[in-house]
């Protein structure tokens, strides 16, 4: 930059090439803005033109060879466009100016040298060969924010052009009193440097297509079922990398971003096809679901609210009705999987020194003991334990539950809207409204265990990334990464712990925040790049149009991200703390050397591990296939459970 900064100091006049140097178009090549053109037509029209984006290249060819003037216009490729008829040319010239200025936007790092420039009070001129208008160019250059310049030196108005040096001869002629004080940049070798600088005039060379995404690549486009929104995609992210890119900007604008965005596209159709009339975002994670979702449908008439909930907020008050301890074990699992007797007191917040003394006066039963292995003599004795200390508590619980769903008119076709996973909190809230008028229907990033946990096949959830049926692998690849992905969706609020009654209102109760300053400073960076790439997609109403973003598209960034990470991904999360039934760091505490004389914690700290990926990374530190081994060690324990 400090070359620019020189030269442009020693200049009196700028001249800025315009596309790939002042603004970039948001799609892989040119040519494919009449790919857009074609798709655009079709959907306004319903009629299907075969090959156009290539017929249209190849008329421009045609033009230019049939053509006497250095630079030809729009309306000159259309006259030899022969394949298409006549009345529709002057729709398709419509559509290709439109798409022109929809597709372009600035070229972040030469705005701020035209913008020091404009301080520093150059005189600054736009100098393109191109075959659009000059109506079009302008109000692309309004559009990208460049507002302010005194000339604009386009071939297809002067019918020169600057391959051929001949348009800068006029600007010599122009500036006659400015020899030797002009400046051209741009992006072309031959047009933009070497003849501007056989003509006397000061040049520098821009690179136009600089490769800045950490986490997507071009070559991705070939693995997804569209590649062309692949491509399109990668453009639009690619031009929207600013001079400072720090690791949490990098995952926002291109893990979390995308994954809203095809998130939100996919639970709008959703909600239409299924007549939804009021929409729920679960706390924590749906705070940034529901903000997203704000964004791209700022008009979207189906009423919102936010819920606080939690697993153990609405599955502890169940317990009240619990007619055995069986029927409690099955709601203990709901928040830990087989847990043992010595949490039973921190899940339905019991005094736990008076609830062991109480175990110890009714017949020592051990606080390690896992509850299905509870014979059945002891299944009463801790039934009366819980029931005769939490039984007031529970009741008062789960009325407040009840008057908490009134006082949100959580009735109707309504949809709750979370990160998703298990359905344990849809579970719970049907069991509140059985008797009521609600028609529940869950949709999440991705629904697990619809199949093989009997307990949840009553629900009607749908998932964006997977399900039972489809997209097998990206169910793993977020189980063993769950830490990684809820951390991306995490809200600064602790979890709900219960309801009171305050003010005349039921008011949640919220746990401590889980997350440090640094854990906290970190999520938003990565939450704010997200939701300011979607911010860029509606203003530009750039994709709107698109119907759906394919999951393979975003799971494709957030394996380079979290499925297959780089060892500089480790250091992002270098010291990261969460609090999940204890506060531990999501990366192993010990290196190889220890692990290997210590067989036994590597095996427990594997197991509490949730990102398993980032633990087996960190340890070994190489490149191995990673989510490939977890599956088989996954296949292999399923098995053996199964027989």
């Known amino acids: 930059m400090r070359k620019f900064e020189d030269a442009v100091r020693e200049a009196e006049i700028i001249s800025f090439d315009l596309f790939d140097t002042l603004v970039k178009r948001n799609v892989v090549k040119p040519e494919h803005v009449h790919e857009l053109v074609e798709r655009e037509f079709f959907r306004q029209t319903g009629i299907k033109l075969s090959d156009y984006a290539g017929r249209r290249v190849e008329a421009e060819k045609r033009a230019r060879r049939s053509n006497s003037k250095e630079e030809i216009s729009l309306d000159d490729i259309f006259d030899v466009l022969c394949e298409i008829p006549e009345e529709w040319k002057s729709t398709l010239k419509k559509l290709e100016r439109r798409t022109e200025i929809e597709v372009c936007t600035p070229n972040l790092s030469l705005q701020t040298v035209y913008e020091k420039a404009l301080r520093a009070g150059k005189h600054i001129i736009i100098t393109s060969d191109m075959y659009l208008d000059e109506d079009t160019i302008r109000q692309i250059l309004y559009k990208c924010g460049y507002r302010i310049y005194e000339k604009l030196y386009l071939s297809s108005s002067f019918g020169k052009c600057k391959a051929r040096g001949s348009i800068y001869e006029i600007i010599k002629r122009d500036y006659a009193g400015c020899q030797g004080r002009i400046l051209h940049i741009g992006d072309n070798v031959k047009g933009d440097y070497v003849i501007p600088r056989k003509k006397g005039i000061n040049a520098l060379l821009v690179d136009g297509q600089p490769e800045l995404l950490k986490y997507w690549k071009k070559t991705d486009a070939k693995k997804v079922d569209d590649p062309f929104l692949h491509q399109r995609l990668y453009s639009f992210l690619n031009n929207h990398v600013g001079s400072k890119y720090s690791d949490a900007e990098a995952i926002g604008l291109e893990v979390l971003g995308p994954m809203l965005l095809g998130f939100c596209k996919w639970l709008y159709q959703r909600l239409k096809a299924d007549k939804i009339e009021k929409i729920f975002f679960l706390s924590r994670e749906g705070k940034i679901l529901q903000e997203a979702f704000r964004i791209l449908y700022p008009e979207c008439e189906i009423e919102q609210a936010y819920l606080y909930v939690s697993r153990q907020a609405l599955t502890v008050p169940q317990l009240a009705d619990a007619a055995d301890f069986d029927e409690m074990a099955g709601i203990f699992q709901t928040l830990a999987h087989i847990p043992t007797i010595n949490l039973i007191p921190t899940v ?121 049926i489809r997209n097998e692998k990206f ?169």
């Not at 298990?422 to 809230?429: E, N, Y």
Request: glycine share 6%; net charge positive.
């Open 348 to 468: 339905c917040r019991l005094d736990h020194k008076v609830f062991c003394e109480r175990l110890r006066a009714g017949g020592g039963m051990e606080t390690t003991t896992k509850i299905d292995k509870v014979s059945g003599g002891d299944k009463a004795k801790l039934y009366h334990i819980i029931q005769d200390m939490g039984k007031k508590e529970f009741d008062r619980q789960k009325g407040y539950v009840d008057k908490y769903l009134k006082e949100n008119i959580f009735m109707g076709n309504v949809a709750i809207v979370d990160i998703g996973w298990s359905g344990t909190m849809q579970k719970a809230l049907q069991a509140f409204t059985k008797t009521t008028n609600v028609s529940l229907q869950g949709y999440y990033l991705g629904v697990r265990n619809i199949a093989s946990d009997e307990q949840y096949t009553g629900l009607s959830r749908q998932g964006y990334l997977f399900n039972n």
């Open 475 to 643: 169910n793993l690849m977020t189980r063993f990464t769950t830490e990684i992905i809820e951390l991306l969706f995490s809200n600064r609020e602790g979890s709900v712990l219960k309801y009171d009654f305050a003010n005349g209102h039921i008011v949640p109760v919220l746990d401590d925040v889980e997350y440090g300053e640094k854990e906290d400073l970190f999520i938003k960076a990565v939450q704010k790049a997200a939701l300011d790439f979607l911010k860029v997609v509606e203003r530009d109403k750039f994709l709107i149009r698109e119907e759906k973003i394919p999951e393979d598209i975003v799971m494709k960034a957030y394996s380079r991200f979290a499925v297959q990470p780089a060892l500089s991904v480790l250091e992002i999360f270098k010291n990261f703390q969460v609090l999940n039934g204890k506060v531990r760091s999501i990366l192993p505490e010990h290196g190889i050397l220890y692990y290997m004389v210590h067989i036994r914690k590597l095996k427990q700290d594997f197991e509490e591990s949730s990102c398993k990926i980032l633990f087996l990374k960190e340890i070994f530190k190489v490149n191995l296939p990673y989510f490939e081994i977890l599956e088989r060690l996954l296949s292999k324990y399923d098995n053996e459970r199964a027989k």
